[in-house]
């Protein structure tokens, strides 16, 4: 071993010019704080929503999507929004709120910042662990064991913790981090 390598133990050094990657606690600080902001999001543009898929009084008229086409029309809209927000916020070296707030930028692994693409990817794989969930509870359901498919919500953000780089999910498959803004 070369006299001016560091210890085997000691973490890599970043590269000159290249923002270390946040900590996980970080990371998830900001991720419960991203998830109150989607939730106010989603209950303003479902309020928003309702007059096309609530139940109309008889003698009405008004555009209403009825019973479980409404119920899918409304989820695939607040999706729609949701995905709205986070690809603008994350493309183009913009950053959310919580972003903000907890000092972090996107990048990808050349550290330069994601485009739209690259932040739809995210986005999407960010779904994989609520998807997981929806098919192994209607899987488990007739045995009466649904309910041990929540976990699985949270499957990509579980991952961090198996993941060597102490990635997410979603920013392992779209090729992305979360790095210290400073």
Do not use: N
């Not at 064991?145 to 979603?170: E, I, K, S, Y």
């Amino acid at each position: 071993m070369a006299p001016d390598a560091p210890p085997p133990s000691s973490p890599p050094l970043p590269r000159p010019g290249v923002l270390p990657t946040a900590s996980l606690g970080r990371r998830l600080g900001a991720l419960i704080y991203e998830a109150l902001l989607l939730a106010a999001l989603v209950l303003i543009a479902g309020f928003l929503l309702a007059p096309l898929v609530s139940p109309t009084a008889p003698g009405e008229r008004q555009l209403h999507v009825p019973g479980l086409a409404g119920r899918a029309f409304e989820f695939c809209a607040l999706v729609a929004v949701g995905g709205a927000y986070c690809v603008w916020s994350w493309s183009g070296g913009r950053r959310t709120l919580a972003m903000k707030t907890w000092r972090l930028r996107l990048v990808r692994a050349d550290g330069t910042a994601p485009d739209a693409r690259i932040a739809l990817v995210r986005y999407a794989a960010a779904w994989l662990g609520p998807a997981l969930a929806l098919g192994a509870y209607v899987a488990l359901r007739p045995a009466g064991l649904g309910a041990h498919a929540l976990w699985l919500v949270a499957f990509g953000f579980l991952w961090a913790f198996v993941d060597p780089g102490r990635q997410f999910l979603h920013d392992r498959i779209a090729g992305t981090r979360l790095v210290v803004d400073t």
